[in-house]
Nanobody, 121 residues
Framework: QVQLVESGGGLVQAGGSLRLSCAAS????????TGWYRQAPGKQRELVAA???????NYADSVKGRFTISRDNAKNTVYLQMNSLKPEDAGVYYC???????????????WGQGTQVTVSS
């Protein structure tokens, strides 16, 4: 069973920091391109940051300079370091990744279950 598990969410004051983790489990070879998304109440899910299998990153304008996405291929884990958090950063954060496996269909597209981030003003 190929799964993504997020962790690291919580309650933080404005200006604080959190680090989210997205770990792949199961019989996998590696994580492919991975994105972190967030969904605030009543809003659509939006892409916050993404990282390719080669390490190329891109960010939503709203988080540039504050968030950093990175990956540890040995651990099949992608991180999202969030600094200078603002109340508008609150929401449920999900990771989405292409997971490469050794047998057909060779790749799965998976979403994690989400982790809640709350930022108090």
């Amino acid at each position: 069973q190929v799964q993504l598990v997020e962790s690291g969410g919580g309650l933080v004051q404005a200006g604080g920091s959190l680090r989210l983790s997205c770990a792949a489990s199961g019989s996998i070879i590696r994580l492919g391109s991975t994105g972190w998304y967030r969904q605030a109440p009543g809003k659509q899910r939006e892409l916050v940051a993404a990282i390719s299998s080669g390490g190329t990153t891109n960010y939503a304008d709203s988080v540039k300079g504050r968030f950093t996405i990175s990956r540890d291929n040995a651990k099949n884990t992608v991180y999202l370091q969030m600094n200078s958090l603002k109340p508008e950063d609150a929401g449920v954060y999900y990771c989405n990744a292409g997971v490469i496996v050794a047998v057909a269909p060779w790749k799965y597209d998976r979403w994690g279950q989400g982790t809640q981030v709350t930022v108090s003003s």
